[in-house]
């Protein structure tokens, strides 16, 4: 089977540099996702605690898992790599802001191969409901948000 992607879209009436700020801030998930219980920086990234090569471990009902951040541009995409935690390979995520609306679209698409064969389509319902509710919980907090 081929590899498996989801893309969920939200719309937000905070500007892109304050949704931007939230994504870069690993601390804040925990706040906005609706699905994250903790967060914890594991390895320092280039030039600054969450630049690129970083690693932030999410904790979600008990499960740890691990991602990289791949690279960002300031106000505009972040990318980032799971590295551990779920059954999967290859697992990308990017999320891409662009202003219009009054606000901000926030686009984030993920694209991953199951590690167990035939899990992916289960994989792939579970983790559309997962992305799904971090978005939408990213575009209601940074509605309420002040501009930054």
Do not use: C, N
């Not at 630049?51 to 690279?71: K, M, Y």
């Not at 901000?104 to 559309?128: K, N």
Request: no cysteine; hydrophobic share 35%; proline share 6%.
């Amino acid at each position: 089977m081929g590899r498996y992607k989801i893309e969920v879209t939200e719309h937000t009436t905070a500007d892109p540099a304050t949704v931007y700020a939230l994504l870069r801030d690993g601390s804040t998930w925990p706040q906005w996702s609706g699905a994250l219980d903790s967060f914890e920086l594991e390895k320092e990234g280039e030039g600054e605690p969450e630049g690129v090569g970083a690693v932030r471990i999410f904790r979600s009902r008990g499960i740890a898992g691990r991602d990289e951040i791949l690279g960002f541009t300031p106000d505009t995409t972040f990318s980032y790599a799971h590295l551990r935690g779920l059954p999967v390979r290859g697992y990308r995520g990017d999320v891409q802001l662009t202003p219009g609306g009054g606000g901000t679209e926030i686009r984030w698409r993920v694209s991953f191969d199951p590690l167990i064969p035939g899990t992916g389509w289960l994989l792939h319902r579970a983790l559309t409901r997962f992305v799904g509710r971090v978005v939408r919980g990213l575009a209601t907090y940074s509605s309420a948000k002040p501009a930054l």
